[in-house]
C-alpha cells in the first residue's frame, strides 16, 4: 500500500483551490523513478474507480448545492485512494454539467405574482395545471415533462439551486481529489475518463447512463449510453463513490441494475458500492413528509436492494485485495 504524497493534507479535502499541478507532477515523476508503482498497462486485475459528481457544488460546504456529509466522504475517499494507488487501473468521473434556463433551476418558472420558486420546491403537473406554477419557456412541454416524470414512479419535479452551471468554479472536481486523479494519471500513465451529463433543457438527468424521461412529445432527449457501461464492465471491479446517494449515486446505480438483469445478471458482482464515501440529499422541509421525499431513507433502501441484486457494499476502510 501506498501513503499519501507530501502536497496533499486532509484538511484540504473541503477546500475551494486551484490545482498545484506543478506540485503534483513532480511528486509523480519522483515516484516513478523510485519504481514502487507499475504502470496501469501491466494490471492482470485491473480495477476502475468511479466517482459520480464530485464536484465543488456538490462536495465543498460553500457550494451550491452541499451535500451533508460530503467532506468527511471526500476525505474518506481520498485515504482509500491513495493507499490503493497501486491497485487503481483507470478513473471515471461523471459531471453534472447545467446552464441557468433549465427545467429543474428557478428561472425557468413563475408563480402568479411572477416569482421564481425557491430552491427545493416541489412542482406536480397538477400545480401547474391549477395555474400556480407557469413555465417561462416550453409550456406545453414543462407540463408534458411532469407529468411523464410523475408516471415513472422515481422522481416528481423538484427546483434545485443553480448548480454545476458550466464554467464556472462549481463545475469542477473538487481540487483535492482532482489532483488525486492527476497523480494517478502521471504516476500510472492512464488518462482520466470524464462523462459530462445533463445538458439537455427539458429533463433532469441523474443518472450519467440515460435521462430521466427519453422522450417528450415525439422529440428524443436521450438514450442509454451502451459505450459507457461497456466500458466499465471491461474491469474486473469497479469501485462507486460520490454524491448524492439519494439521487446521482442512486439512479446510475439503478440504471445499470436495471440493465444488467436483463443482459448479464453475473456481471452485477463487479460493482463494489463505497457506502461511506457517499451521502443523502437532506430531505425537505414537509410535514408530514411523503416517502417519496425522504431521501436519507430512498438511500438506504436503495443500497440494499442493489446489494440483493448482486452489488457488494464495502467501506473505505477495506482496501482493494491484491
Not at 65 to 71: D, E, F, I, P, S
Not at 103 to 118: M, V, Y
Not at 261 to 270: G, M, S, W
Amino acid at each position: 500500500m501506498y501513503a499519501a504524497p507530501s502536497y496533499y493534507e486532509e484538511k484540504q479535502a473541503e477546500e475551494v483551490y486551484v490545482e498545484r499541478t506543478w506540485e503534483i507532477s513532480a511528486a509523480a515523476r519522483k515516484l516513478k523513478e523510485l519504481r514502487m508503482i507499475r504502470p496501469s498497462r501491466e494490471d492482470t486485475t485491473r480495477i476502475a474507480a468511479f466517482g459520480i459528481d464530485c464536484q465543488v457544488d456538490f462536495c465543498a460546504p460553500q457550494g451550491a448545492l452541499y451535500v451533508r456529509g460530503a467532506v468527511e466522504d471526500t476525505k474518506r475517499t481520498l485515504g482509500w485512494f491513495y493507499r490503493n494507488l497501486s491497485h487503481i487501473t483507470s478513473l471515471y468521473f461523471t459531471l453534472d454539467t447545467h446552464s441557468i434556463h433549465q427545467i429543474f433551476h428557478p428561472a425557468w418558472w413563475r408563480d402568479a405574482s411572477g416569482r421564481p420558486p425557491a430552491p427545493l420546491t416541489v412542482i406536480h403537473a397538477e400545480d401547474i395545471e391549477a395555474g400556480h406554477w407557469t413555465a417561462t419557456r416550453h409550456p406545453e412541454a414543462s407540463l408534458a415533462y411532469c407529468k411523464a416524470l410523475e408516471a415513472s414512479g422515481k422522481y416528481v419535479l423538484t427546483i434545485w439551486p443553480y448548480h454545476t452551471l458550466r464554467g464556472t468554479a462549481g463545475h469542477a472536481l473538487m481540487p483535492a481529489l482532482g489532483e488525486a486523479a492527476l497523480f494517478h494519471s502521471l504516476v500510472r500513465g492512464e488518462p482520466i475518463h470524464f462523462e459530462a451529463k445533463g445538458s439537455e433543457t427539458l429533463t433532469e438527468s441523474y443518472s450519467v447512463f440515460a435521462p430521466e424521461v427519453t422522450e417528450l412529445e415525439g422529440k428524443t432527449l436521450g438514450g442509454f449510453r451502451e459505450s459507457l457501461l461497456a466500458s466499465l464492465l471491461s474491469y474486473d471491479r469497479v469501485y462507486v463513490f460520490g454524491q448524492a446517494s439519494s439521487h446521482c449515486v442512486r439512479a446510475t446505480l439503478l440504471d445499470i441494475k436495471k440493465h444488467l438483469e436483463h443482459t448479464h445478471p453475473e456481471q452485477l458482482r463487479k460493482f463494489y458500492i463505497l457506502k461511506d464515501a457517499m451521502s443523502p440529499v437532506p430531505p425537505p422541509p414537509l410535514h408530514p413528509l411523503p416517502d417519496h421525499l425522504n431521501f436519507p431513507q430512498i438511500a438506504e433502501q436503495t443500497l440494499l436492494l442493489l446489494q440483493q441484486a448482486g452489488m457488494h457494499l464495502v467501506t473505505t476502510q477495506e482496501d482493494i485485495p491484491q
